[in-house]
């Protein structure tokens, strides 16, 4: 079975400082992992994917993730926050030969003037 | 090009009801999938549909029914509302295999 955990339900950080929101996996076979935010009153909007190529990933406005076979992790960083950030993040994991995406139960981010 | 839509919004029905939710799919995508996010939780996978059939299900009881229709649209229905089923429900559309966009979300509210 697969599945993630976020490991931090919320994160507050201040405008210009660095983002971190961590994520775990479970899977029992190579995965292809995804990060989602969801602003409030809006539908989820991809921000990168990994899908077994390169372990770091660069996605929208910013973001990036690397993927740690090791760790069994995929966090998520952005260098520097901004206001417009302030969303819900969703950590998401799928199998190879499904299109069903697994959720996690996601990260709030606030960001502070 | 419209992204993924779905109508309405906003619904409010009594337990008990049945109710059906509506979504087309984005320009060019022929597969749609369905997700429930209660309150505060992530979203969990309902079904997909494709070529008109139920391709993949989740853990969702009967209740939970869908169709999709030569036009690539997709319904949602639910039977015997009960208030634990008061969520948003998100309409995805894809092409086989590829990424996923989602909707805005009908927002259900069972009283």
């Known amino acids: 079975a697969q599945s993630v955990t976020q490991l931090d339900s919320h994160v507050s950080v201040s405008e210009g400082t660095p983002v971190l929101l961590r994520c775990n996996y479970s899977s029992s076979y190579s995965p292809s992992l995804f990060w989602y935010v969801q602003h409030p009153n809006k539908g989820l909007q991809l921000l990168l994917k990994y899908t077994s190529a390169a372990t770091l990933v660069k996605g929208i406005n910013g973001f990036e993730a690397e993927f740690k076979k090791s760790e069994t992790s995929f966090h998520l960083t952005k260098p520097s926050a901004h206001m417009s950030d302030a969303a819900e993040y969703f950590c998401?994991?799928?199998?190879?030969?499904?299109?069903?995406?697994?959720f996690g139960t996601g990260t709030r981010l606030q960001v502070f003037p | 090009d419209a992204g993924v839509t779905q109508s309405p919004t906003h619904l409010i029905k009594t337990r008990g009801q049945q109710v059906t939710l509506r979504c087309s799919p984005k320009?060019?995508?022929?597969?749609v999938s369905w997700y429930q996010q209660a309150l505060g939780q992530g979203p969990q996978f309902i079904f997909q549909y494709y070529e008109e059939e139920e391709r993949q299900r989740g853990n969702f009881p009967d209740r939970f029914s869908g169709h999709q229709f030569p036009n690539y649209s997709s319904e949602l229905n639910v039977n015997a509302l009960l208030l634990g089923d008061s969520a948003l429900y998100l309409c995805?559309?894809?092409?086989?295999?590829?990424?996923?966009?989602f909707g805005q979300g009908t927002r259900l509210t069972v009283v």
């Open positions: 995805a559309s894809s092409l086989v295999k590829r990424d996923a966009f």
């Open positions: 320009s060019g995508h022929d597969t």
């Open positions: 998401v994991v799928s199998g190879p030969d499904t299109d069903k995406l697994i």
